[in-house]
């Protein structure tokens, strides 16, 4: 087994508070590393991770529900969508993803926007002091994931809030005491009973939801998704569609007040809020990185990475290595091939809510702009989450200046 001349240990506080300079050194002096703290190799240049999203046939999704979630996961029955690989991946992603096409999405727009601008009503009555991170950009997603889901009953999108920070903390579920294992599971049994309940009224009362369109689409010779897949890909949207765009919301702030004059052109023309977004999620990728498994024997980069060995591709490494984007650790708004960013994975696996999660994030942001001009951050250093996959921030509060 090779090891690492850098010592690099994603459990330590110092790196989950700025991994970015410790990515900068493996990439250099050690590209690809057995990571001792997480028991897995790590494979960190831009080049190589994308390979491995190129390349099922070497490292495959399979367990990566397995390696995240463990017993926490709420529909084990079934192989979920982010842990399959082609040709089964392509044919449950094909009918999934008519919900994400450019219809539903318009139909989503305008409920995105009523959804932001109650949120705001609500950071007014809490203000002039908030947190953006649980008073705000917490519930935006949440609200509109509830929204694309079909959830009506307001406790229950409350509830989706501690659902998924539960899930969060699965990956970490051998090192945490017995009372959190239990809320944890507690949080798994009433998130599938709740969605159980909710896909069974949606059989005989069909909507404009997602739930509405798993249940009726058809994919090639008539194909249909049983229900409990479509229970699967429910969970999938409910945690990933909750989770991450709330990172995504106060992470793009945080950029901006650290920047006044892009600041002030995203405050000028709404319009300049998607890119803001796009290049946060390349400079703070709310996921650091993927779980994968090797099936096979493979080299990388002159080191041996062996067979049902479990491989970690940093996403977030890759979209700082200086190979492909020009001064990475820097800000920029234009970045020509912003494109390339890894966040939303890229091959079989790229993100289906992509679209929606983009949209959503940079209205929230133009908007919350909008409504308070005199917005101010109290903290201009906040701190991130104790995570080793998921990057965001703890608190960052604010004055609304009012």
């Known amino acids: 087994m090779t090891k690492s001349i850098v010592n690099f240990d994603p459990l330590d506080r ?33 080049k190589e991770v994308n390979e491995t999203f190129q390349q099922p046939e070497i490292y495959s999704a399979k367990d990566f529900t397995t390696n995240s979630f463990g017993e926490f996961h709420p529909v ?9 690989d082609p040709p089964e991946h392509s044919r449950v992603r094909r009918i999934a993803g008519s919900g994400f096409r ?4 318009k139909i989503m727009a305008p409920k995105v ?52 920070a539960d899930t969060l903390k ?25 969605f159980e309940e909710l896909v069974e009224y949606r059989r005989s009362n069909p909507s404009d939801d997602f739930i509405s369109m798993l249940l009726q689409a058809e994919g090639e010779d008539g194909d249909t998704l049983s ?49 803001a977004v796009q290049e946060t999620l390349r400079v703070n990728s709310p996921v650091q990185m993927v779980f994968q498994t090797a099936i096979q024997e493979t080299e990388v980069l002159g080191v041996t990475i062996p067979k049902d060995s479990m491989v970690f591709a ?7 290595d200086p190979a492909v984007f ?26 289906l809510g992509a679209p929606l999660g983009r949209m959503m994030c940079a209205r929230a942001v133009s908007k919350l702009l909008e409504r308070f001009p005199n917005l101010t951050p109290l903290d201009n250093d906040p701190e991130w989450m104790e995570s080793y996959w998921v990057r965001g921030l703890s608190e960052y509060r604010f004055t609304t200046g009012a």
């Open 14 to 46: 110092d790196v989950q508070q700025n991994p970015f300079p410790y990515y900068a050194r493996v990439r250099k002096e050690s590209p690809v590393q057995f990571v001792d703290s997480v028991g897995a190799w790590g494979i960190f240049p831009y």
């Open 76 to 84: 084990p029955e079934v192989t979920s969508l982010i842990a399959t």
């Open 102 to 105: 450019p219809g539903p999405m």
């Open 113 to 164: 926007e009523k959804v932001i601008d109650r949120i705001l009503d609500d950071v007014e009555r809490i203000g002039p002091e908030f947190d953006m991170v649980s008073d705000f950009a917490a519930y935006v997603p949440v609200n509109v994931t509830a929204d694309f889901l079909g959830v009506e009953d307001p406790d229950v999108r409350e509830q989706f809030k501690r659902w998924t």
């Open 170 to 194: 699965a990956p970490n579920r051998h090192i945490l005491p017995e009372d959190e294992l239990e809320r944890m599971g507690k949080s798994r049994d009433e998130s599938r009973a709740y």
């Open 227 to 275: 229900t409990l897949e479509i229970l699967s890909l429910v969970q999938i949207i409910q945690f990933g569609g909750s989770e991450t765009p709330s990172h995504l919301i106060s992470s793009t702030m945080l950029e901006l007040f650290n920047r006044p004059e892009l600041l002030d052109e995203v405050r000028k023309d709404e319009s300049r809020a998607l890119p």
């Open 314 to 320: 940093y996403i977030a490494s890759a979209n700082h």
């Open 326 to 351: 020009d001064r990475p650790d820097e800000f920029i708004l234009d970045r020509p091939n912003l494109n390339k960013h890894l966040s939303f994975a890229t091959g079989a696996h790229h993100c």
